[in-house]
T-cell receptor, first 113, second 113 residues
Framework: GAGVSQSPRYKVAKRGQDVALRCDPI?????LFWYQQALGQGPEFLTY????????KSGLPSDRFFAERPEGSVSTLKIQRTQQEDSAVYLC???????????FGNGTRLTVT | AQSVTQLGSHVSVSEGALVLLRCNYS??????LFWYVQYPNQGLQLLLK??????LVKGINGFEAEFKKSETSFHLTKPSAHMSDAAEYFC???????????FGKGNQVVVIP
């Protein structure tokens, strides 16, 4: 079956631009996570949804980062006024429940120039 | 706060030799521990998970890991490396058994023919 799909695969943004990254989780998966992976580092937690409710956004690095999942399926991570330090791979993952194994997408590589 | 340490970003192993990747954790409560693998151009995939049942955990592709509380370790091993094991491996910890994971920096495994 289809896995977690993320788009775009690559995104280049000029400093100061806004970007929107999309995640299509596996159908029926209740839990959805966003992680940020900087070059040479492990993924770092950003935020977590259970259905449409954002239960934890403590990992978002600044108020320029915003995530939503309005209908409990597709999620969008938005970054306003991008900065060079935002350059990273943004990973989305979903699972049937909070303690079920995560299924990761291939990520969106964001480069801010 | 929970964290894991993986030393040595690049690990070279000869085909047929033992694969050993070290992971040490820090957690204020009994941890849940994970190993993930990332093949080139693919998403992270769960190799195995420790959840306070058996201390020796068997995973996919012949990998296993042993939880040692006295050493705060969860090292990953495979008796005989295959060329297909070339990938990046991440150790991760969760204090609540949920999928809010703290990842290590990862080990890039290179298999030498």
């Amino acid at each position: 079956g289809a896995g977690v799909s993320q788009s775009p695969r690559y995104k280049v943004a000029k400093r100061g631009q806004d970007v929107a990254l999309r995640c299509d989780p596996i159908s029926g998966h209740v839990s959805l996570f966003w992680y940020q992976q900087a070059l040479g580092q492990g993924p770092e937690f950003l935020t977590y949804f259970q259905n449409e409710a954002q239960l934890d956004k403590s990992g978002l690095p600044s108020d320029r980062f915003f995530a939503e999942r309005p209908e409990g399926s597709v999620s969008t991570l938005k970054i306003q006024r991008t900065q060079q330090e935002d350059s990273a791979v943004y990973l989305c993952a979903s699972s049937p429940g909070a303690d079920s194994p995560l299924h990761f997408g291939n990520g969106t590589r964001l480069t801010v120039t | 706060a929970q964290s894991v340490t993986q030393l040595g970003s690049h690990v070279s192993v000869s085909e047929g030799a033992l694969v050993l990747l070290r992971c040490n954790y820090s957690s204020s409560v009994p941890p849940y521990l994970f190993w993930y693998v990332q093949y080139p151009n693919q998403g992270l995939q769960l190799l195995l998970k420790y959840t306070s049942a058996a201390t020796l955990v068997k995973g996919i592709n012949g990998f296993e890991a042993e939880f040692k509380k006295s050493e705060t370790s969860f090292h990953l091993t495979k008796p005989s490396a295959h060329m297909s094991d070339a990938a990046e491996y991440f150790c991760a910890v969760s204090e609540l058994g949920n999928n809010r994971l703290a990842f290590g920096k990862g080990n890039q495994v290179v298999v030498i023919p």
